[in-house]
Protein backbone atom coordinates (compact mmCIF):
# COMPACT_ATOMS: atom_id res chain seq x y z
CA UNK A 1 0.00 0.00 0.00
CA UNK A 2 1.51 3.09 -1.21
CA UNK A 3 0.07 7.05 -0.64
CA UNK A 4 1.76 10.20 -0.55
CA UNK A 5 0.75 13.52 1.30
CA UNK A 6 1.92 16.75 1.70
CA UNK A 7 1.07 20.34 3.23
CA UNK A 8 2.37 23.81 3.04
CA UNK A 9 4.26 25.15 5.76
CA UNK A 10 4.47 28.77 6.39
CA UNK A 11 8.71 28.91 7.56
CA UNK A 12 11.38 29.13 5.67
CA UNK A 13 13.19 26.08 4.83
CA UNK A 14 16.23 25.73 6.72
CA UNK A 15 13.75 25.83 9.85
CA UNK A 16 11.72 23.56 8.67
CA UNK A 17 14.56 20.76 8.22
CA UNK A 18 16.09 22.24 11.33
CA UNK A 19 12.90 21.07 13.23
CA UNK A 20 12.27 18.03 11.32
CA UNK A 21 16.05 16.67 12.10
CA UNK A 22 15.83 17.20 15.73
CA UNK A 23 14.81 13.68 17.20
CA UNK A 24 13.95 16.35 20.56
CA UNK A 25 10.85 17.69 19.21
CA UNK A 26 9.23 14.34 18.01
CA UNK A 27 7.06 14.64 20.94
CA UNK A 28 5.45 17.95 19.63
CA UNK A 29 4.01 16.55 16.74
CA UNK A 30 4.04 12.92 17.01
CA UNK A 31 1.01 11.78 19.60
CA UNK A 32 2.13 9.17 22.23
CA UNK A 33 5.88 9.59 21.26
CA UNK A 34 8.01 9.19 24.08
CA UNK A 35 11.80 8.27 23.13
CA UNK A 36 14.20 7.87 20.46
CA UNK A 37 16.82 5.90 21.41
CA UNK A 38 20.20 5.38 19.04
CA UNK A 39 21.46 1.53 18.39
CA UNK A 40 23.90 1.97 16.05
CA UNK A 41 25.41 4.45 13.90
CA UNK A 42 25.07 8.30 13.86
CA UNK A 43 21.70 10.20 14.30
CA UNK A 44 20.91 11.72 11.30
CA UNK A 45 23.20 9.26 9.33
CA UNK A 46 22.66 6.90 6.36
CA UNK A 47 22.87 3.31 8.06
CA UNK A 48 21.95 4.68 11.41
CA UNK A 49 19.63 1.93 13.78
CA UNK A 50 17.15 3.66 16.28
CA UNK A 51 14.75 2.52 18.31
CA UNK A 52 11.81 4.87 19.04
CA UNK A 53 8.69 4.00 21.26
CA UNK A 54 5.75 5.20 21.89
CA UNK A 55 2.51 4.83 24.33
CA UNK A 56 1.75 1.89 22.12
CA UNK A 57 4.07 1.09 19.92
CA UNK A 58 7.73 0.32 19.46
CA UNK A 59 9.39 0.75 15.57
CA UNK A 60 12.91 0.04 14.56
CA UNK A 61 14.00 2.96 12.09
CA UNK A 62 16.87 2.92 10.09
CA UNK A 63 17.88 5.62 7.89
CA UNK A 64 18.12 4.71 4.48
CA UNK A 65 19.23 8.31 2.65
CA UNK A 66 19.83 11.46 4.37
CA UNK A 67 20.33 14.81 2.42
CA UNK A 68 17.66 16.67 3.15
CA UNK A 69 16.18 19.08 2.18
CA UNK A 70 16.03 16.80 -0.84
CA UNK A 71 15.42 13.92 0.50
CA UNK A 72 15.01 11.43 3.74
CA UNK A 73 14.40 8.81 3.84
CA UNK A 74 13.83 5.27 6.39
CA UNK A 75 13.02 2.08 6.83
CA UNK A 76 10.11 1.61 9.66
CA UNK A 77 9.83 -2.29 11.36
CA UNK A 78 7.45 -3.09 13.63
CA UNK A 79 6.08 -6.59 15.02
CA UNK A 80 3.01 -6.10 12.62
CA UNK A 81 3.98 -4.03 9.90
CA UNK A 82 7.02 -2.76 7.07
CA UNK A 83 6.76 0.61 5.90
CA UNK A 84 9.30 3.46 4.09
CA UNK A 85 8.79 6.87 4.55
CA UNK A 86 10.36 9.14 1.99
CA UNK A 87 9.93 12.92 3.25
CA UNK A 88 11.03 16.32 0.78
CA UNK A 89 11.35 19.71 1.49
CA UNK A 90 10.96 22.00 -1.49
CA UNK A 91 11.15 26.34 -0.81
CA UNK A 92 8.31 27.60 -2.37
CA UNK A 93 9.29 31.41 -0.94
CA UNK A 94 11.57 32.33 1.81
CA UNK A 95 9.12 31.75 4.15
CA UNK A 96 6.82 28.69 3.10
CA UNK A 97 7.82 25.18 2.42
CA UNK A 98 6.51 22.86 0.74
CA UNK A 99 6.51 19.18 2.80
CA UNK A 100 5.76 15.91 1.02
CA UNK A 101 5.85 12.48 2.38
CA UNK A 102 5.39 9.10 0.75
CA UNK A 103 4.53 5.68 2.44
CA UNK A 104 4.85 2.30 1.79
CA UNK A 105 3.80 0.25 3.11
CA UNK A 106 6.12 -3.71 2.18
CA UNK A 107 4.45 -6.18 4.63
CA UNK A 108 1.36 -6.40 7.01
CA UNK A 109 1.90 -9.39 9.85
CA UNK A 110 -1.34 -10.99 10.91
CA UNK A 111 -4.68 -10.92 10.17
CA UNK A 112 -5.76 -8.22 12.21
CA UNK A 113 -3.33 -5.53 10.95
CA UNK A 114 -4.31 -7.02 7.39
CA UNK A 115 -7.71 -6.43 7.92
CA UNK A 116 -7.65 -2.86 8.98
CA UNK A 117 -4.88 -2.21 5.80
CA UNK A 118 -7.46 -4.41 3.63
CA UNK A 119 -10.81 -2.93 4.74
CA UNK A 120 -9.32 1.16 5.99
CA UNK A 121 -6.40 2.00 4.09
CA UNK A 122 -7.37 5.80 4.20
CA UNK A 123 -6.66 5.61 8.46
CA UNK A 124 -3.05 5.02 7.29
CA UNK A 125 -3.23 7.98 5.56
CA UNK A 126 -5.01 10.53 8.13
CA UNK A 127 -2.82 9.42 10.71
CA UNK A 128 -0.10 10.65 8.60
CA UNK A 129 -1.53 13.81 7.43
CA UNK A 130 -2.67 14.43 11.21
CA UNK A 131 1.16 14.19 12.58
CA UNK A 132 1.85 16.66 9.37
CA UNK A 133 -0.38 19.47 9.97
CA UNK A 134 0.95 18.81 14.22
CA UNK A 135 4.44 19.04 12.69
CA UNK A 136 3.55 22.58 10.83
CA UNK A 137 1.75 24.08 13.57
CA UNK A 138 4.54 23.29 16.08
CA UNK A 139 7.23 24.36 13.13
CA UNK A 140 5.51 27.60 12.84
CA UNK A 141 4.78 28.34 16.68
CA UNK A 142 8.44 28.34 16.76
CA UNK A 143 8.88 31.61 14.71
CA UNK A 144 6.32 33.83 16.95
Not at 19 to 47: A, C, M, R, W, Y
Request: aromatic letters at 12%.
Amino acid sequence: MKFSCEIIINAPIDHTVAVFENPDNLKHFQDGFISKELISGTEGSEGTISKMTYEKLELKETIITNNLPAEFKALYEHKHMTNTMRVQFKALADDKTQYISEIDYTKFNGLFIKLMATLFPGMFKKQVYKWMKQFKSYTESLLD
